[in-house]
């Protein structure tokens, strides 16, 4: 639909070339202004060691999962069908858990969508305030991304604007931080002070939000353990009075002969 889209607007621009003044059109590359940025870059890289530490996790659980269905398979021939139950049991609860850890993990709104739209949608929006300051000072009509979905057929280089994207966006950086730093001067002490309450207190946030967090898991799994084990000794108990009314009742037959 989009490149339906793109090529009805060319149409009309063509059009509107013969109709009336010629149109300023330029292009991006945006995948090329992004990769040329050092905030995306690192952004990307925190992302992708994050991804990195979630997989790994996952694989170590899924691998753990494996070893107990291959123990499992080759120990239940001589395994009561009770201790079978039990041990498959587990390992439904540890998939159980693998599968909400991948949810939580990789999810539509997952910890992965919501870092990389924390680190990601601030380097985006200064890149199309960068374009829209450029567009409204040369005065463009149409600026269509190279590296989007839209099919361009053929691209004339002096049309792309994308240096001059980085060149603004460096340029407002740098003012920007020469500000910060004259800002910093005058309220050095003031500021130090309020920076370092405010970093003591997100910290503090983070620590009892993950202490919470970790408490509340092992509530959860004591409570599934105990469950369990509660299932486990009336298993047992079961199975030693029926062993018991078995012996009695053997030892009646024997005193009857």
Request: charged share 40%; glycine share 2%; net charge positive.
């Amino acid at each position: 639909m989009r490149k339906i889209v793109f090529f009805i607007v060319l149409s009309l621009i063509a059009f509107g070339n013969y109709a009336q003044k010629s149109q300023r059109i330029a292009y991006i590359d945006m995948e090329y202004i992004l990769e040329n940025l050092p905030e995306y870059l690192e952004a990307q890289n925190t992302l992708n060691a994050k991804i990195a530490k979630w997989k790994k996790n996952l694989d170590t659980q899924a691998r753990h999962i494996e070893v107990l269905k291959t123990d499992l398979a080759n120990e239940k021939a001589i395994l009561t069908n009770d201790l079978i139950e039990e041990k498959e049991e587990d390992i439904t609860l540890k998939q159980d858990e693998l599968r909400r850890l991948e949810s939580l993990y990789f999810g539509p709104n997952g910890d992965m969508f919501l870092v990389r739209k924390q680190l990601v949608k601030p380097i985006q929006d200064q890149v199309y305030y960068a374009i829209q300051k450029i567009v409204k000072a040369k005065k463009y009509d149409f600026v269509f991304d190279k590296s989007s979905e839209l099919i361009l057929l053929y691209s004339n280089k002096k049309y792309d604007i994308s240096e001059i994207i980085l060149s603004s966006i460096d340029k407002t950086r740098k003012v920007a931080d020469r500000k910060a730093k004259q800002q910093e001067k005058k309220t050095a002490p003031k500021e130090v002070s309020a920076r370092q309450k405010a970093l003591l207190a997100a910290k503090k946030k983070k620590r009892d939000e993950l202490k919470a967090k970790k408490e509340k898991k092992k509530v959860l799994i004591a409570d599934k353990r105990a469950k369990l084990s509660a299932k486990k000794e009336a298993k047992r108990k079961l199975l030693k009075e029926k062993q018991e009314a078995a012996k009695k009742k053997k030892e009646e037959q024997n005193n009857n002969n």
